[in-house]
């Protein structure tokens, strides 16, 4: 059934189907004139049965039976022998075009349309089921309609969970058995049915099974597949959780101009400066939620002067579910006094409503509080005489922390909420995950396999996520990243993936420890700019990252370097509120859909996207994983799109206008990409009236 | 047994091309060959049933079988000669069996009655591997419309502590596996696709160039292969002896006779493996005849009646014919006294022709080793929900001075061999004497069987009481008795090898063949025919689910 080599067909073979072909012609042309004029006589469904025999891939053929079969029940409504005739023949038919093709979908799905009827008995669809899993166990048209028929016979969970275990006994290279399974124990498991419970004894004894396909044949792919759905099991916590926020909890904000600078006393990882009279309020949930608003989420101060405040989800699709939300406080209607500070109190979920996509409740209200210290704010600064930021290397200097910063860092630990594990059930997941590692280093002693090296890699972050609220270090790090990076070289065609993760792993490194950030973060030297809130900057430059992680960390960054990476994506970057200043230049990023992110980054004044890859593929392959951008769903001015863009066409530069003409960036820096023409400039010129500065030249103001 | 020999009448005609002296299982596949090669062929047997040393019998039976073919056979009369052109030499019966020791412990169990119902091998444990050469040849002679087969549900082996672990011999049994660690699982199944990589290489012509086991590794010991691939003893036990089927200690050079070469290891593997699973209804690797073995020469006799060879039953020949002049065989004597002539005979091998010229009865001489058979009669299972298993003890697995491996059969009634509840249990191992092979088989039945000590089955139920706990089966009746191992051999009379010490009847058929080759160098076994009453496809085989 499987693995077997095609032939090259002979030449009596194509005989066969020439004449089949011909046969098959004639009776399509017959079927579609009965199907046209709505004639449902015994002859024209004889020429129809003929056809799906011989084809049962041709959907019109099944949709013609089924409004034969509705005129016919009409007309013999009363008698109960006739409509069981009418549907006993539709199962005859589906059989024998079964026999021609097993995995026929036109066919399965019309024995589920006529068995949905309720007139059918369902005794043979059972035997008729074994027989097909039979010719092949892996069918998965046969599984799916397995679960069909065993909800309409109300055969139990149980049972249906002893056939997958007789079917993965027979031959465990079985994906619709281990599949089957995973969905009926979730099920068996969220209802707590008896015998199910606890959790934690039943996904041992999966362990236990699945352990013995892994390691009798680990390069069959089934039992992978399943260990990866009882890890998940095993690790995820189902309600969400906030994980971070801006401004992080127990800190000190400090709203400053630029005079204030020089003020050491300043941490200047909490100094932040806005131009819009407002602050932003990030909260971070570990998985993406809804239901975030005035009502879930409270927040008090003085500095909320509007009452309700509106929360507004940080999603690049426009959904109206998201990991981050944000919201803005105001502060220019009161007269706000040096010498004071204003605190802010900001309780979560003590109303429920907040809820994640799966459908679980945020269970666990907390709070956070921070500080607002304001510094006189001096006018004359803002409005001219905008410098240009540099990235020279020359103009970093490594940050050196001061002793006497109060409140240096960091959301990075600040809000480990407790998940609703209990403390049993946390240390079976620890001993769990780390008897698993223990097992897959075994395995990898004894031969070499991708795929257990990406399960041990997964095993070991698992662990070290488990583990981090207690240790803000990572123990595991290194192997993971020697694990991917061999990974990587054995598994060629899925390097990409492996480097993203890899980099998702160094970025975690990065930022688990204050010391170990402390080591990217710089002083930009350049501090005349106005447009630096602080002059912190965080470089993770040249550290051959694919994928942006951690970001939950990294909401306090204002200024960030990504330059000479291997980005292709900059997903998660939304998060970061406060970001005025981004550099990613060199790396791999191949179009405007990519930047897509930034549109939600309001602050963002300075961006060098110089030496990247736009333009010069013809195909934007990351268009495919986002949405349409016609399917955008905010109003769209085009009037007004028309007099800015003018004689350019504007579909050419679709992408990069969603892009910028929302942004209010003074500063670009888009040399060295396919797409920077004169042409390019000037439109970009026309879309972003702010600018100042483009690829280094100062523009002249209109 | 001859005394209605002289009521027959006479066989007409009188001249054959073939005539054939006793119906075990090689003798018929020459009689059903040599037919449907348009052969006459007159096929004889003294005994009263087919079979002759591969039959399956009652229990009445089988005990006076053995015992009449165990005693010195009285002297023949030396046949008169009688002034024709050739001289009569007497032909003797050579005793096969000796040291037959039979003991029933429940007469009241198996009385007359119930004696009757048992189909028990002589040539005991045995058993066919689906992919078999045996069962190709089955299908190939249209025999397979007289006998039905089953599968054999599991195979295990017995360990030092004395418990019964299956073989995992497939990858589902090894997923299923309980006694295998993870690690094992593992080292076990990347062996097999080792193998089977290896297989699938040479049927490629060595594209790569390299075969997957090296030239030196498939002529170096087997044991010394499984070494290299740093296999455990356990695995290594278990590949040996339960999946290669190796007799000898092959850890131990000094002791072992036949060391078992990587590349027929292999090739033994390669066979056990594409038995599981050939045919759909037999989940492993073995299966067996329903009735017993005895079908299997029965079968292959009707294929050669229906291509006209005659068969007569309860008659004895008393000698061999030899031409005076050349002294070559001319044709043989009834015991009734009719002479009957052909141009080849075959003999079974408990027959000796007593030459004038007394040159040394060929074959016995030169073979050392003996096969030790045993048979218990139980009313329970040796292992719950299980009826018809194999069994293996390899070496050193009772006692430290076990060199060889022995080999163990349960079948229950629902395979016909025996009244419903009851198990038939066979044992064998090859030995060097009667002592060294009794003492083995005893040691492999106490271990998995509770023997008692004398023929009171009052004191067997005490001593089953006793220990509880650990419940074996009760022997009710018991047989044990050595059989000498011959080869076949091909002269202008020629001898058919006697049953094997091995579970298959591999080398056996292998031997017969050679032999029919060797008288009929031109004729195929058995020629393609289009008929349909010779179906050769697999579908048809016959196999109870």
Redesign the interface.
């Given at each position: 059934m499987h693995g077997q080599p095609r032939k090259a067909p002979k030449p009596e073979d194509e005989a066969a189907s020439a004449a089949k072909a011909e046969k098959l012609r004639s009776l399509q042309s017959q079927f579609l004139c009965f199907h046209h004029s709505n004639i449902y006589s015994k002859e024209a469904l004889e020429v129809n049965s003929r056809l799906l025999e011989i084809n049962p891939e041709y959907y019109t053929a099944w949709n013609y039976r089924k409004l034969a079969v509705e005129h016919r029940l009409t007309q013999s409504e009363s008698d109960p022998d006739s409509v069981n005739s009418i549907l006993n023949e539709e199962l005859k038919v589906v059989e024998s075009a079964l026999r021609q093709n097993f995995k026929s979908y036109g066919a399965w799905h019309h024995r589920k349309w006529v068995l949905s009827k309720g007139q059918s008995s369902l005794d043979h669809e059972l035997r008729l089921l074994d027989r097909f899993q039979k010719a092949d166990s892996r069918n998965f048209h046969a599984w799916n309609y397995r679960r069909f028929v065993a909800s309409l016979l109300n055969i139990s969970e149980v049972d249906e969970l002893q056939y997958t275990t007789d079917m993965?006994?027979?031959?465990?290279s079985n994906y619709s058995a281990w599949h089957n399974r995973s969905v009926l124990l979730s099920n068996l498991l969220k209802r707590k049915a008896q015998g199910f419970f606890p959790k934690e004894k039943v996904l041992n004894e999966e362990y236990e099974l699945v352990?013995?396909?892994l390691?009798?044949?680990?390069d069959d792919q089934s039992g992978w597949f399943y260990h990866l759905w009882l890890l998940e099991q095993t690790v995820k916590a189902d309600a969400p959780l906030l994980v971070s926020s801006w401004p992080a909890h127990d800190s000190n904000l400090i709203l400053l101009g630029e005079s204030c600078l020089e003020d050491s006393a300043l941490s200047p990882f909490n100094t932040f400066h806005s131009e819009l009279g407002t602050i932003p309020l990030v909260v971070y949930f570990n998985k993406a939620v809804e239901g975030v608003n005035s009502s879930t989420i409270s927040v008090e101060s003085v500095l909320n002067t509007k009452g309700e405040l509106t929360w507004k989800p940080l999603s690049t699709n426009n959904s109206q579910t998201a990991q981050v939300w944000v919201t803005y406080l105001n502060y220019p209607n009161i007269k706000l006094h040096s010498s004071e500070f204003y605190p802010v109190e900001v309780s979560v979920g003590h109303t429920q409503g907040i809820i994640s996509s799966s459908g679980f409740h945020y269970s666990h209200p907390s709070r956070f509080a921070f500080k607002v210290f304001v510094r006189p704010f001096e006018k004359d600064l803002a409005g001219h005489g905008v410098e240009m930021v540099s990235w020279r290397e020359d103009n970093f200097l490594l940050y050196e922390s001061h002793s006497q910063e109060s409140n240096p860092i960091l959301s990075l630990d600040q809000l480990n909420i407790k998940d609703d594990h209990e403390e049993s059930s946390l240390k079976w997941r620890a001993e769990t995950i780390a008897n698993e590692i223990a097992?897959f280093r075994?395995?990898l002693s004894?031969?070499n396999c991708k795929i257990g090296k990406l399960t041990l890699a997964r095993l070991l972050i698992a662990h070290e996520t488990m583990l981090s609220p207690i240790a803000n270090k990572m123990v595991h790090s290194e192997e993971v990243i020697e694990l991917y990076s061999d990974l990587m070289k054995l598994d060629s065609p899925h390097s990409q993936y492996y480097k993203d993760e890899r980099s998702l792993v160094l970025l975690q490194q990065i930022t688990s420890n204050r010391e170990s950030l402390l080591r990217y973060c710089f002083r930009h030297g350049d501090r005349t700019s106005s447009i630096l809130g602080n002059s912190m900057c965080l470089r993770l430059n040249n550290i051959s990252l694919s994928r942006m992680g951690s970001i939950e960390k990294l909401l306090w960054v204002q200024m960030l370097d990504l330059s000479h990476n291997e980005l292709r994506s900059i997903e998660g970057l939304e998060a970061m509120q406060l970001l005025s200043c981004l550099n990613l230049s060199n790396n791999k990023l191949s179009s405007f859909t990519a930047l897509g992110p930034l549109r939600l980054l309001k602050s963002l004044k300075v961006l060098d996207i110089s030496f990247n890859e736009i333009g010069s593929h013809s195909i934007d392959t990351t268009r495919y994983l986002c949405s349409s951008p016609l399917s955008h769903t905010e109003e769209i001015d085009w009037s007004h799109d028309e007099t800015v863009t003018g004689d350019v066409n504007l579909t050419n530069y679709w992408e990069a206008f969603l892009i910028f003409k929302d942004l209010n960036l003074t500063q670009l820096d888009i040399v060295g990409n396919a797409i920077a023409d004169e042409k390019f400039k000037s439109f970009l010129v026309k879309i972003v009236p702010t600018l100042k500065w483009l690829d280094g030249q100062e523009l002249q103001l209109h | 047994m001859s005394e209605d020999a002289s009521s027959y009448p006479p066989i007409e005609p009188t001249n054959f091309d073939l005539i054939v002296l006793g119906t075990g299982l090689p003798e018929s596949v020459i009689a059903a060959a040599a037919s449907a090669n348009g052969k006459t062929v007159l096929h004889l047997d003294p005994n009263p049933f087919y079979g002759s040393n591969y039959t399956s019998l009652s229990l009445q039976d089988l005990s006076s079988f053995l015992i009449s073919h165990s005693a010195p056979p009285p002297s023949p009369p030396s046949a008169p000669s009688d002034g024709h052109d050739f001289t009569p030499a007497a032909l003797a019966a050579r005793p096969l069996f000796s040291h037959v020791e039979i003991s029933s412990f429940a007469p009241d169990v198996l009385g007359e009655e119930h004696s009757r119902k048992f189909n028990v091998d002589l040539c005991g444990p045995r058993v066919l591997f689906c992919a078999d050469k045996s069962i190709d040849l089955i299908l190939k002679s249209g025999a397979n419309q007289y006998v039905e087969f089953k599968g054999v549900d599991a195979s295990f082996v017995y360990n030092e502590n004395g418990k019964l672990t299956s073989v995992p011999d497939s990858r589902a049994a090894i997923f299923k596996d309980k006694s295998l660690g993870l690690t094992e699982k593992n080292q076990l199944m990347r062996f097999f696709k080792l193998v089977q990589q290896h297989l699938d290489d040479k049927g490629g012509e060595d594209e790569s160039g390299n075969s997957r086991i090296s030239e030196q590794d498939l002529e170096s010991p087997f044991v010394e292969f499984l070494n290299k691939m740093r296999l455990p003893p356990k695995i290594k036990s278990i590949i040996l002896y339960a999946i290669a089927m190796a007799d000898c200690d092959q850890d131990n050079v000094d002791v072992c006779e036949d060391v078992l070469k990587t590349k027929d290891g292999i090739d033994r593997l390669a066979l056990y493996n594409s038995s599981v699973g050939r045919f759909p209804n037999a989940l492993g690797a073995f299966m067996y005849p329903i009735y017993g073995h005895g079908e299997l020469p029965q079968a292959f006799c009707r294929r050669a009646a229906v291509k006209g060879c005659i068969h007569v039953l309860r008659m004895p020949v008393i000698a061999v014919l030899m031409d005076k002049s050349t002294g070559h065989y001319k044709g043989v004597r009834l015991s009734s006294g009719q002479d009957l002539f052909s141009h080849q005979l075959i003999l079974d091998p408990s027959f000796i022709v007593q030459l004038p010229l007394a040159s040394s009865p060929p074959g016995l001489g030169s073979i050392k080793r003996k096969v030790a058979r045993g048979i218990c009669i139980t009313k329970s299972s040796l292992r719950p929900e299980t009826s018809n298993f194999l069994v293996i003890y390899p070496p050193r697995s009772l006692f430290p001075e076990q060199v060889t491996s022995i080999r163990a059969l349960q079948i229950g009634s629902d395979l016909a061999v025996c009244p419903l509840g009851m198990f038939v249990i066979y044992f064998s191992t090859l030995c060097h004497d009667a002592n060294q092979g009794e003492n083995l088989l005893n040691a492999a039945m106490d271990s998995l069987l509770t023997v008692p000590e004398s023929a009171h089955p009052e004191s067997s139920t005490t001593v089953h009481s006793e220990n509880s706990a650990e419940e074996k089966p009760t022997v009710l009746w018991k047989a044990l008795y050595i059989q000498e191992l011959t080869m076949g051999h091909f002269e202008s009379i020629s001898s058919t090898p006697i049953p094997d010490g091995n579970l298959n009847y591999n080398n056996i058929l292998q031997a017969t063949l050679k032999l029919f080759q060797k008288m009929y160098p031109l004729e195929e076994v058995f020629p393609e025919t289009d008929s349909p009453e010779n179906p050769e496809d697999d579908h048809e085989f016959s196999l109870e689910s």
């Open positions: 993965i006994n027979k031959n465990f352990h013995q396909a390691f009798t044949d680990p097992l075994e395995l004894e031969i | -």
